[in-house]
């Protein structure tokens, strides 16, 4: 598993009419990189190139695909032609747009508009180390994720759902508006039931019907880790994992936390897009839209002293247990 | 979960390697082995592999992904292995008994749990510090924790290991929270015997496992001179403490390279997979522009 990742192509490398100024990121599905024309415009550009599939050398421009790696290689290409595609559809100020789609060195390359910014990932990690009660204030959280619900509207409506939204895939630009980047877990699917692919998940994001097989999954499925974010901007920390929750569901503790904090309609959005069963979570984004939008008159609920006892518990509880595993290390050490 | 790891086995100037390594992992557990066959009875190599194969296949059926209780998890596949490598002394009708030493881990949930018998050893380094190691079941190391007072004895008497009549001693501890870049390494007493534990801290932490294991190797075999020891490491250094987990593939997620074929669920992947030749990357891309150009006249 100590796997060589494949090398990105040099700065200065001309791909496309475009000339490589640097790399940007680099994921399972490919590498990004910072590119201008030749009218000095920036643009980012993702390369397929699958990691676990595909190798290159330093210096080489061609990647290497081994043989037997061959199907599942041109099956990625698929699902990559099936980002650009889902993405070429749309046209909308909060999510990615892809400016060009073009083949070279043996690979495929997909031309976006270049932000500058950082990820949602990068704001909650930020702020949560300021350790201020808040990670986000309250309005900041409904303009951002009303921006962000606007986009998966349209997502939505050409019959296409996200299926890995989640902090690290929602782009703050320096002009401050917020885009959705990385569909590369996207599908239609909203159209042709049946013959899906089960995609990509992130633990913690994933609502519980993507680890499942049989359940089918639709808007409710975004809607789901539209409130694993919202979760997270007012945590500062990602929620459990379905799996864990179905085991043993600490949401609405963890939330309990944040009432006082929050107002009483923010945390039940949340713990309403996180309903462990579609079908009580909003079935739509607008209905999800319309709730987050009612913004009148916020209710705060104090917690009351029994409750804060009991908090108060857990977390000495938890301490506790700490300190029990320290002292067992100490233990095998000094034996 | 994303962990680099490396093993290395190598026979030194013995007749026969009679160390035992191997790992093997879901998407979210990974289990990691190392036995020692002992020398002085009968087919110690078998004992080893035996002790692997029962763990690892135990490992198999218990990690859906992951092991609900690694220390129970890890006390019974011991215990089973022990069982298996007397009923094959009696299926053979031997007179004495295969033995081995033994230690294994399971990491899950970025902790580990281990478990040793006899004096194959765990360690675990952070930053370029030891951070824990266990101790062998050997009265060397017990006489110098101060446990007990007999005369000076040689190194190799063990008191436990699995295959002999008496019930092993396991030593079981965990779980311990791992940290990004923490390197967790088991060997057999070839390495230990011919390095400190400061020369294996320092060569564990200055550089990936890929490349470490081959230098404690090559070096364990150097000042163990030609008589040398078989000399055996199985190091990880753990790579995702991320709160914020990456993108993980579906249940068809390919990189798991069929080492735990068990758990992979490849249905409806491959199926479709052929029907993308040339012509119908070209088509694909002309599309694509296609829909782009129409976007932007939409907008415009």
């Given at each position: 598993?100590?796997?060589?990742?494949?090398?990105?192509?040099?700065?200065?490398?001309?791909?496309?009419?475009?000339?490589?100024?640097r790399?940007?990121s680099a994921?399972?599905f490919?590498?990004?990189?910072?590119?201008?024309?030749?009218?000095?415009?920036?643009?980012?550009?993702?390369?397929?190139?699958p990691?676990?599939?595909?190798?290159?050398?330093?210096g080489e421009?061609?990647?290497?695909?081994?043989?037997?790696?061959?199907?599942?290689?041109r099956?990625?290409?698929?699902?990559?032609?099936?980002?650009?595609?889902?993405?070429?559809?749309?046209s909308?100020g909060?999510?990615?747009?892809?400016?060009?789609?073009?083949?070279?060195?043996?690979?495929?390359?997909?031309v976006?508009?270049?932000?500058?910014g950082?990820?949602l990932?990068?704001?909650?990690?930020?702020a949560?180390?300021?350790?201020?009660?808040?990670v986000?204030?309250?309005?900041?959280?409904?303009?951002?994720?009303?921006?962000?619900?606007?986009?998966?509207?349209?997502?939505h409506?050409h019959?296409m759902?996200?299926?890995?939204?989640?902090?690290?895939n929602?782009?703050?630009?320096?002009?401050?508006?917020?885009?959705?980047i990385d569909?590369?877990?996207?599908?239609e699917?909203?159209?042709?039931?049946?013959n899906?692919?089960?995609?990509?998940?992130t633990?913690?994001?994933?609502?519980?019907?993507?680890?499942r097989?049989?359940?089918s999954?639709?808007?409710?499925?975004d809607?789901?880790?539209i409130?694993?974010?919202i979760?997270?901007?007012?945590?500062?920390y990602?929620?459990?994992d379905?799996?864990?929750?179905?085991?043993?569901?600490?949401?609405?503790?963890?939330?309990?936390r944040?009432?006082?904090?929050?107002s009483?309609n923010?945390?039940?959005?949340?713990?309403?897009?996180?309903a462990l069963?579609p079908l009580?979570?909003?079935?739509?984004?607008?209905a999800l839209?319309k709730?987050?939008?009612?913004?009148?008159?916020?209710?705060?609920?104090?917690?009351?002293?029994?409750?804060r006892?009991?908090l108060q518990?857990?977390?000495?509880?938890?301490?506790?247990?700490?300190?029990?595993?320290k002292?067992?290390?100490?233990g095998?050490?000094?034996? | 979960?994303?962990?680099?790891?490396?093993?290395?086995?190598?026979?030194?100037?013995?007749?026969?390697?009679?160390?035992?390594?191997g790992?093997?992992y879901?998407r979210?557990?990974?289990?990691f082995?190392?036995?020692d066959?002992?020398g002085?009875?009968?087919?110690?190599?078998?004992?080893?592999?035996?002790?692997?194969?029962?763990i690892?296949?135990?490992?198999?059926?218990?990690?859906?992904?992951?092991?609900s209780?690694?220390?129970?998890?890890?006390?019974?596949?011991?215990?089973?292995a022990h069982?298996?490598?007397?009923?094959h002394?009696?299926?053979k009708?031997?007179?004495d008994?295969?033995?081995t030493t033994?230690?294994a881990?399971v990491?899950?949930?970025?902790?580990?749990s281990w478990?040793?018998?006899?004096?194959?050893?765990?360690?675990?380094?952070?930053?370029?510090?030891?951070?824990?190691r266990?101790?062998?079941?050997?009265?060397?190391e017990?006489?110098r924790?101060?446990?007990?007072?007999?005369?000076?004895?040689?190194?190799?008497?063990?008191?436990?290991?699995?295959g002999s009549?008496a019930?092993?001693?396991?030593?079981?501890?965990?779980?311990?929270?791992?940290?990004?870049?923490?390197?967790?390494?088991?060997?057999?007493?070839?390495?230990?015997?011919?390095?400190?534990?400061?020369?294996?801290v320092?060569?564990?932490?200055?550089?990936?496992?890929?490349?470490?294991?081959?230098?404690l190797?090559?070096?364990?075999?150097?000042?163990?001179?030609?008589?040398?020891?078989?000399?055996?490491?199985?190091a990880?250094e753990?790579?995702?403490?991320?709160?914020?987990?990456?993108?993980?593939?579906?249940?068809?997620?390919?990189?798991?390279d069929?080492?735990?074929?068990?758990?992979?669920?490849?249905?409806?992947?491959?199926?479709?997979?052929d029907?993308?030749?040339?012509?119908?990357?070209?088509r694909s891309?002309?599309?694509?522009?296609?829909?782009?150009r129409?976007?932007?006249?939409?907008?415009t």
């Amino acid at each position: 598993m100590s796997k060589v990742k494949p090398s990105p192509l040099p700065p200065d490398t001309m791909i496309g009419g475009y000339r490589i100024e640097r790399k940007l990121s680099a994921g399972g599905f490919g590498v990004v990189y910072l590119a201008v024309d030749n009218e000095g415009q920036q643009f980012a550009i993702k390369e397929y190139l699958p990691s676990s599939l595909a190798s290159r050398a330093v210096g080489e421009l061609l990647p290497q695909v081994l043989p037997e790696k061959l199907s599942l290689y041109r099956l990625g290409l698929k699902s990559f032609f099936e980002e650009g595609r889902s993405l070429a559809q749309i046209s909308h100020g909060s999510v990615v747009s892809v400016l060009n789609f073009f083949r070279e060195n043996e690979t495929v390359y997909m031309v976006m508009n270049y932000l500058e910014g950082g990820t949602l990932q990068d704001f909650i990690i930020t702020a949560r180390d300021l350790k201020k009660p808040k990670v986000f204030r309250e309005s900041t959280i409904r303009s951002l994720f009303d921006e962000i619900l606007r986009g998966l509207r349209i997502v939505h409506q050409h019959k296409m759902l996200h299926l890995d939204i989640k902090p690290a895939n929602i782009f703050i630009t320096d002009d401050n508006r917020a885009v959705m980047i990385d569909f590369g877990a996207a599908r239609e699917v909203l159209s042709k039931e049946g013959n899906f692919i089960r995609p990509m998940y992130t633990p913690g994001f994933a609502a519980p019907e993507m680890y499942r097989r049989d359940s089918s999954m639709g808007p409710w499925t975004d809607i789901y880790a539209i409130g694993a974010c919202i979760y997270a901007s007012m945590q500062g920390y990602p929620p459990n994992d379905a799996p864990q929750r179905i085991e043993k569901d600490r949401l609405s503790l963890s939330l309990s936390r944040l009432r006082g904090v929050y107002s009483d309609n923010l945390i039940e959005v949340v713990q309403w897009c996180m309903a462990l069963d579609p079908l009580e979570r909003p079935q739509s984004v607008f209905a999800l839209q319309k709730e987050l939008s009612r913004e009148s008159a916020r209710r705060y609920t104090k917690l009351t002293v029994g409750e804060r006892v009991r908090l108060q518990f857990d977390s000495v509880v938890s301490d506790t247990k700490k300190t029990a595993r320290k002292a067992n290390v100490l233990g095998t050490r000094f034996k | 979960m994303k962990f680099s790891v490396f093993q290395l086995s190598r026979i030194g100037g013995r007749a026969l390697n009679e160390d035992r390594m191997g790992y093997c992992y879901t998407r979210e557990s990974g289990l990691f082995v190392l036995a020692d066959g002992m020398g002085g009875h009968p087919e110690g190599e078998v004992a080893a592999q035996l002790a692997l194969d029962t763990i690892s296949a135990l490992y198999q059926k218990a990690a859906r992904p992951i092991v609900s209780h690694p220390a129970e998890f890890l006390a019974s596949a011991v215990l089973a292995a022990h069982h298996r490598i007397i009923r094959h002394a009696a299926q053979k009708g031997m007179l004495d008994n295969p033995r081995t030493t033994l230690a294994a881990a399971v990491v899950q949930g970025a902790s580990v749990s281990w478990v040793h018998c006899g004096d194959s050893r765990l360690y675990l380094v952070r930053n370029g510090q030891l951070l824990l190691r266990t101790r062998d079941h050997s009265f060397l190391e017990q006489e110098r924790a101060g446990l007990n007072e007999l005369e000076p004895v040689n190194r190799n008497i063990l008191f436990t290991c699995l295959g002999s009549p008496a019930k092993p001693t396991l030593e079981i501890a965990g779980p311990f929270a791992l940290q990004q870049g923490d390197r967790l390494m088991l060997c057999s007493d070839g390495l230990w015997g011919s390095l400190n534990d400061a020369q294996i801290v320092a060569q564990l932490s200055c550089q990936s496992v890929s490349k470490a294991v081959p230098a404690l190797v090559e070096s364990a075999l150097l000042a163990g001179g030609e008589h040398s020891d078989n000399v055996t490491v199985l190091a990880m250094e753990w790579e995702t403490p991320d709160e914020f987990a990456p993108t993980r593939l579906g249940p068809a997620d390919s990189t798991m390279d069929g080492s735990f074929a068990s758990t992979l669920d490849a249905g409806g992947f491959d199926t479709q997979a052929d029907d993308l030749d040339d012509a119908m990357i070209e088509r694909s891309i002309a599309e694509i522009n296609a829909a782009i150009r129409r976007s932007a006249a939409r907008k415009t």
